[in-house]
C-alpha cells in the first residue's frame, strides 16, 4: 500500500497563501488518481480537488479559483496551492490516493493530515 505524508500547513493570515505537499512513498506515475479532503472541526470531511494520471482536475467550490492542484511525478508528489486563504479555510487537510473503480474510483491510501489555520 502507498503510503502519503502531507506537510505545508500551518498558521496564514487570511488572504494568505500556502501550498501544501503530499509526497508518496511510491512512483505516483500510475496512481490513477490524487486529491485533497479537508476536514474542519465538528464537520464531516469533505473533498477538495483532485487529479487524474491523465491531467484531469476537479475542485469543490469553495476553493474554486482559488485554488490549483499539481503533480509532479518525478517527486512523487502532488501539490494543493490555496491562495486568498479564508478562515473557512481551516481545517486539517488529508491527501489520498485512489484507484480506478467503475466510472470513479475507490480511495486506496490516505495521508496523516496537516493542519492549516487561517486566523488574523
Known amino acids: 500500500q502507498v503510503q502519503l505524508v502531507e506537510s505545508g500547513g500551518g498558521l496564514v493570515q487570511p488572504g494568505g497563501s500556502l501550498r501544501l505537499s503530499c509526497a508518496a512513498s511510491?512512483?505516483?506515475?500510475?496512481?490513477?488518481?490524487l486529491g485533497w479532503y479537508r476536514q474542519a472541526p465538528g464537520k464531516q470531511r469533505d473533498f477538495v480537488a483532485h487529479i487524474t494520471n491523465s491531467d484531469t482536475t476537479n475542485y469543490a467550490d469553495s476553493v474554486k479559483g482559488r485554488s490549483t492542484i499539481f503533480r509532479d511525478n518525478a517527486k512523487n508528489t502532488v501539490y494543493l496551492q490555496i491562495d486568498n486563504l479564508k478562515p473557512e479555510d481551516t481545517a486539517v487537510y488529508y491527501c489520498?490516493?485512489?484507484?480506478?473503480?467503475?466510472?470513479?474510483?475507490?480511495?486506496?491510501?490516505w495521508g496523516q493530515g496537516t493542519q492549516v489555520t487561517v486566523s488574523s
Open positions: 511510491e512512483s505516483i506515475d500510475n496512481i490513477y488518481v
Open positions: 489520498y490516493a485512489g484507484s480506478e473503480y467503475g466510472v470513479g474510483y475507490r480511495i486506496i491510501a
